[in-house]
């Protein structure tokens, strides 16, 4: 049975070069999931970008997003191909994409459920998966998700109990999310990782920058505490002084927040005050 398909015409946010693509109707048609993002290969719009694009639930385009890492991750053996073989980061990236990569990194670090569709991998390969990120995105906050990958390619018959959760379409390059904030924290950690050649050093320098998001996280939760309330341009100047470092961007600590009121309280996140959406609120 031939799958109803939509076209879109999309347009390079790097080049202006402006092209169609066609995705599976039932995207649309289905309402579990949040904001649809749809990850746009080099060549597939034009030759030499990749950039995302948002999607709202009718289809509609609301913006689009470069990918700042100019370098696909370079191509190696197929993935069916593969066998026992662990997963690197190329290999990853090879097969979920870049936006895909970033995506299982952020619901591996903030707890969300993630599910891929199988597109016929093997379940070695899904266990090497799991193993990859266990290893590499490791915090005492969040209990281990597993990646589940599912075999139905239908979405309109999928079953899931957890609706605040990452689906990806690898097929197609198809994402839904639970967040629609960029991933800044995430693409930062991989592009610096891809500079390596070394597999087992990437892992490690992955591990480090999530041990010292860890760190700023516990380290907001310390300064919160003890304190009524405080704007969020003082915690920054405290953070710094505290951990001897340079100021952390406004986005990094929005992250921190969201972390913190996932995983550990909101009560916490609702101290931190913002001087600017205080005067609009008095309007």
């Not at 597939?44 to 709202?56: G, S, T």
């Not at 992250?255 to 913190?260: A, L, S, T």
Request: aromatic share 10%; proline share 4%.
């Amino acid at each position: 049975m031939s799958v109803e398909e939509r076209e879109l015409e999309l347009q390079c946010p790097k080049c202006n070069q402006v092209a169609s693509i066609k995705i599976p109707e039932s995207v649309f048609s289905q309402k579990k999931f949040g904001s649809i993002k749809i990850q746009v290969p080099p060549g597939a719009v034009c030759p030499d970008h990749q950039f995302i694009v948002f999607l709202d639930p009718k289809g509609l385009i609301r913006g689009y997003e470069k990918i700042d890492i100019q370098m696909a991750a370079p191509k190696e053996e197929a993935i069916e191909d593969v066998g026992a073989e662990e997963i690197s980061l190329n290999k990853a990236i090879s097969f979920f994409g870049l936006y895909g990569f970033f995506s299982l990194f952020h619901a591996k670090l903030f707890g969300f459920k993630a599910y891929v569709l199988r597109d016929n991998i093997s379940n070695q390969f899904s266990e090497n998966v799991n193993k990859f990120f266990d290893e590499t995105v490791q915090n005492k906050y969040t209990t281990p998700v597993q990646i589940e990958f599912l075999d139905e390619e239908n979405l309109n018959k999928l079953k899931l109990k957890e609706k605040n959760s990452l689906l990806i379409d690898p097929h197609n390059n198809i994402l839904q999310t639970p967040w629609d904030e960029k991933l800044e924290f995430e693409e930062n950690s991989i592009k610096k990782a891809l500079e390596i050649i070394d597999q087992e050093e990437q892992k490690v320098l992955i591990n480090q920058d999530v041990s010292n998001f860890i760190r700023d996280v516990e380290q907001v939760v310390k300064i919160v505490e003890d304190v009524k309330e405080i704007y969020d341009t003082e915690l920054i100047d405290q953070l710094s002084k505290d951990l001897k470092m340079p100021k952390i961007s406004k986005n990094r600590l929005n992250v921190i927040r969201e972390f913190i009121k996932l995983n550990i309280s909101d009560s916490i996140t609702k101290k931190i005050k913002n001087k600017v959406q205080e005067f609009l609120n008095f309007l």
